[in-house]
């Protein structure tokens, strides 16, 4: 995937996090060179999906627990998680402030 199609892909998607979380890294993966969790491991033991983590610290506004989902997991190299961008109403008229990364 070239930049130009990641963009064009990614810029007017609305899609909640659940819903566009997975092909979005997926699209990352690609774009970037980098082998996606199934191509490399089969069964989600060293790089997967949705992997149950240790919550250290509060990644969200009201998380509660000890546990927790990584939306894209690697072992020893990385726990991705998305959140969805949160448009916020500014004090100043005509502009808007925006939290979360896609």
Same mark, same amino acid.
């Given at each position: 995937?070239?930049?130009?199609?990641?963009?064009?892909?990614?810029?007017?998607?609305?899609?909640?996090?659940?819903?566009?979380?997975?092909?979005?890294?997926?699209?990352?993966?690609?774009?970037?060179?980098?082998?996606?969790?199934?191509?490399?491991?089969?069964?989600?033991?060293?790089?997967? @999906?949705?992997?149950?983590?240790?919550?250290?610290?509060?990644?969200?506004?009201?998380?509660?627990?000890?546990?927790? @989902?990584?939306?894209? %997991? %690697?072992?020893?190299?990385?726990?991705?998680?998305?959140?969805?961008?949160?448009?916020?109403?500014?004090?100043?008229?005509?502009?808007?402030?925006?939290?979360?990364?896609?």
């Amino acid at each position: 995937m070239t930049p130009a199609k990641f963009v064009a892909k990614w810029s007017p998607v609305t899609l909640a996090e659940r819903a566009a979380s997975q092909e979005h890294f997926l699209d990352l993966c690609r774009l970037l060179g980098q082998p996606t969790p199934a191509e490399i491991d089969a069964t989600g033991a060293e790089y997967t @999906f949705e992997k149950g983590v240790a919550v250290t610290d509060s990644a969200s506004r009201g998380a509660r627990g000890a546990g927790g @989902f990584a939306d894209a %997991w %690697w072992r020893g190299k990385f726990a991705w998680e998305y959140k969805r961008i949160v448009m916020h109403a500014c004090p100043h008229p005509g502009e808007t402030a925006v939290s979360g990364t896609r």
